[in-house]
């Protein structure tokens, strides 16, 4: 590749990355119509195999994350809000918990002055707000109605995301043979070898991975309400979204799960405990046994590391839109930076092992 080539090249990615910035507020809808496309594709695809249409098979895709969408706002929807009301009724009684007896025992052992954990402000403001249900939505109202505008953007961004998924899906892989018939005839071979690795990291991930996620939030959620916790629906979810990263999930969720029955049911009752120990247990055991092995297989995934980062550095350069970019861009910089390891290791820089008097292989 001549220098010009070189400088051609940096220049267009300059100027895709100046875009994503300058449009990543209204890329989001068709960021999310293209990964339900991406994600619906293979069953589709299974679809078609079984003798239905293209058309035929998109429709049933949709309506399947249709009838799921629904089920989970009229079932999981009131009881995440019961849950959420419950969280904030607690809310005083952790903060008393923490001001009298967690934050003053570790002010005793780190040697810190009186007064160094000021809650009372914290505990009394939230205090005054609980039963002012009514306050709260007039405000609320107030606010919406003052950004109507903003509302009815959101909401066309709603609405726009099913239409640019179903078209997305519906022309997928006409316009995967599309792009493959843009490439270099003399390039095709590698680039093609190259998508198909970042594809497969991809896939392991997002179709693995995030199904390891629902099923391991499912199983949190459901073993801690027949546990009897209050706000069950809520640690369970939020295990299932930490389980993004390995052992984080339990972690949170265990921690949080403690913390929840030890107020809920008035200290160190024996049978909540155990009955949350065994919950995540049994939901550890399933992951490392029966999901992981099932679902992700032996694909290679993405470091914990390097999703964190991802995640981080993609909502903190563009927001929602970088969330969303930052695992398929993660994955094709681990692919790449497996082949580019490759052929550092082959080439003269590297270089070959030398042999001296000081080099304990040269006796062997």
């Given at each position: ?41 293979p069953l589709v695809d299974r679809l078609e195999r079984w003798g239905l249409s293209r058309a035929w098979g998109v429709i049933l895709v949709f309506g399947l994350f249709g009838v799921i969408l629904l089920a989970l706002l009229l079932v999981a929807l009131p009881m995440f809000g019961r849950q959420l009301l419950r969280l904030y009724e607690l809310a005083p009684q952790m903060l008393d918990w923490l001001q009298h007896s967690a934050l003053p025992w570790v002010q005793v052992k780190l040697g810190l002055p009186q007064g160094f954990w000021q809650l009372d402000k914290v505990k009394t ?240």
């Open positions: 590749m001549t220098e010009s080539r070189r400088w051609l090249w940096l220049g267009g990615l300059l100027l895709l990355g100046w875009l994503v910035y300058q449009l990543h507020s209204v890329l989001s809808p068709f960021l999310v119509g293209m990964l339900l496309a991406y994600l619906g594709d403001v939230i205090t005054s707000h609980l039963g002012q249900t009514t306050d709260i939505a007039s405000a609320l109202l107030t606010q919406v109605t003052a950004s109507g505008l903003a509302l009815l953007a959101w909401l066309g961004n709603l609405l726009l995301i099913p239409v640019v998924g179903f078209y997305l899906l519906r022309d997928w892989d006409l316009m995967v043979g599309r792009l493959r018939g843009l490439l270099p005839r003399q390039r095709e071979g590698l680039v093609v070898a190259l998508v198909g690795e970042c594809h497969e990291v991809l896939g392991a991930f997002l179709r693995g991975q995030l199904l390891v996620m629902l099923a391991l939030g499912l199983i949190y959620a459901v073993g801690l309400m027949l546990v009897g916790l209050d706000v069950g629906l809520l640690i369970g979810l939020l295990a299932g979204l930490a389980s993004l990263v390995p052992y984080m999930g339990f972690v949170v969720g265990f921690g949080a799960a403690v913390v929840a029955a030890l107020f809920q049911f008035g200290g160190f009752e024996l049978y909540p405990l155990i009955g949350v120990a065994t919950v995540f247990t049994v939901g550890q055991l399933l992951e490392g046994m029966l999901l992981t092995p099932m679902l992700v297989g032996d694909r290679i995934g993405l470091h914990p590391v390097a999703v964190i980062f991802a995640i981080l550095a993609g909502g903190q350069l563009f927001g929602f839109t970088g969330v969303l970019l930052a695992l398929p861009v993660a994955a094709i910089v681990m692919v790449l930076l497996r082949h580019a390891h490759d052929l550092y290791k082959l080439s003269d820089l590297y270089g070959k092992p030398v042999s001296g008097p000081d080099d304990p292989s040269s006796t062997a």
